[in-house]
């Protein structure tokens, strides 16, 4: 039903989406729709839910502690991609569609700050230089950021994902070995 759902939504979106064509994509009737999820929102919520789980999922299993910090990243950065690109309809509805929408707005914020944290704690344990928590969450605003705008791009089909995961990394990887060791300077008010 969730994939029903997701093809629909992503079709006509959240708002033009009705519980009566997701049950006929799902080849089910309406009140068995409606028996397992109360309500479109609810429908829609599941299908954040699932789809946020299922690509932190792949990204923590790219995470190998032996792996050098140059392969962490291009492996993280390429299962994300290539996520999207496989999933483009999920990304479509879990990024766009529920962060446009306000009752699905925290689920979206919830998600990307999990990619932050997952990103800051990657550039603790893989750089040499030496960022605070701080400095190192900065960074990862501005990576997840960058790679949310590449993954619309490769999710519409406008660009290659492999080309695209490529520049990523070697942009990622060449802007962290330009830094110095030394803290961000902070402005003091």
Not at 65 to 92: C, G, H, T, Y
Not at 102 to 125: C, D, G, N, W, Y
Request: net charge negative; aromatic share 8%.
């Amino acid at each position: 039903m969730l994939d029903a759902a997701i093809k629909v939504f992503a079709e006509h979106g959240y708002r033009s989406s009705s519980m009566d064509a997701i049950a006929k994509q799902a080849e089910t009737s309406k009140p068995m729709l409606y028996l397992y999820y109360g309500s479109k929102e609810e429908l829609f919520l599941a299908c954040v839910t699932r789809e946020s789980g299922r690509l932190i999922d792949t990204l923590e299993a790219q995470i190998a502690p032996d792996d050098s910090p140059k392969l962490r990243l291009k492996k993280v950065i390429s299962s994300f991609l290539q996520f999207v690109e496989s999933n483009a309809d999920s990304w479509n509805v879990v990024y766009r569609q529920a962060e446009a929408e306000p009752p699905f707005r925290q689920t979206v914020t919830s998600t990307r700050r999990m990619f932050i944290e997952m990103t800051a704690e990657l550039l603790k344990r893989s750089t040499s230089d030496t960022y605070s928590g701080e400095d190192a969450e900065l960074i990862a605003v501005a990576l997840v950021g960058a790679g949310e705008a590449v993954a619309d791009r490769v999710a519409n089909k406008e660009v290659d994902q492999n080309a695209a995961a490529e520049l990523v990394v070697q942009l990622s990887w060449g802007g962290l070995a330009g830094t110095n060791s030394s803290p961000l300077p902070r402005e003091t008010p």
